[in-house]
């Protein structure tokens, strides 16, 4: 059986009187591919948040790698391994792509990211501008490490965000809307990258996606959130035909939809 990598216990977010994320039971293997999925204001994000220590949860724990990581800063969630991206990208515009994710590297430099981008490059800097040469390789951006992040295009932005994410060598990559604003090609091959994360990187991932073909053509398992809860878990198979699901999620079209996943061809990579 494999090691639980992200356990979530009965956990719960308030804002006030609104309680946005309610009682939530969740929990992801090693090496899986897992989805969040859900309608807008279901409280996806703020799982994420309350996971990578942007929000402390009032109730239930979060355990990483069997050790309880509720109450930490995001610093040190990071620091024991956990790397998210964000719905909204948040790149450093007017630094290069290289700097971008030289500054990802910060929990693990003993020397601070400041000396690798002042030119001032002992040991441990040289090779952090090394791996962050073989990021950009990894991610497709090979040739655009000189080039400022506000200069990419909106997909390459995408990637190079990823690029700092992994920068800070995690076991456990949080996701949030990657393929937001792609178009179906991008989106294809944004599929093909994120099974690359796990099978090359042996990366454990987990996204929250609202575009159901890669939803159902990448992940090993789909939880389902509706007003905070956790309404649905499985395959996608089961997932996808459960009633709750398409009442709650899917809605009138859930249907033509289903159908469109079951008849239309994933790229060859992306197939189990």
Not at 21 to 33: D, F, K, N, S, Y
Not at 110 to 119: D, F, I, N, S, Y
Not at 165 to 178: G, H, I, K, R
Request: contains cysteine; hydrophobic residues 45%; glycine residues 10%.
């Amino acid at each position: 059986m494999s090691e639980t990598m992200l356990a979530v216990r009965r956990m719960t977010k308030r804002f006030g009187g609104l309680m946005a994320v309610r009682q939530v039971t969740l929990e992801i293997p090693q090496g899986a591919i897992a989805s969040l999925i859900g309608p807008n204001g279901a409280g996806k994000t703020t799982f994420f948040n309350c996971v990578t220590g942007f929000y402390t949860p009032e109730e239930g724990d979060i355990l990483f790698r069997g050790a309880s990581i509720k109450g930490l800063r995001a610093d040190q969630i990071a620091w024991r391994g956990i790397a998210r991206t964000f719905q909204n990208i948040r790149l450093f515009g007017e630094m290069t792509a290289l700097e971008n994710i030289l500054v990802g590297m910060h929990p693990r430099l003993k020397g601070g990211v400041l000396a690798a981008l002042t030119g001032l490059h002992g040991g441990e800097e040289r090779r952090a501008i090394a791996r962050a040469m073989e990021l950009l390789e990894f991610v497709g951006l090979a040739g655009y490490g000189d080039y400022p992040a506000v200069n990419l295009s909106y997909g390459l932005q995408r990637r190079l965000e990823i690029a700092r994410a992994l920068a800070s060598n995690p076991a456990l990559l949080l996701l949030d809307e990657p393929t937001a604003g792609m178009n179906p090609g991008e989106t294809d091959e944004m599929m093909v990258f994120i099974r690359r994360l796990r099978d090359e990187l042996a990366l454990t991932v987990f996204l929250i996606e609202h575009d159901m073909k890669l939803v159902m053509g990448v992940s090993d398992q789909v939880s389902v959130m509706d007003y905070g809860q956790k309404i649905s878990e499985g395959t996608p198979a089961a997932v996808q035909s459960d009633p709750a699901v398409i009442e709650a999620y899917l809605g009138t079209v859930s249907h033509t939809m289903m159908e469109e996943f079951d008849e239309t061809p994933l790229p060859p990579e992306a197939r189990g």
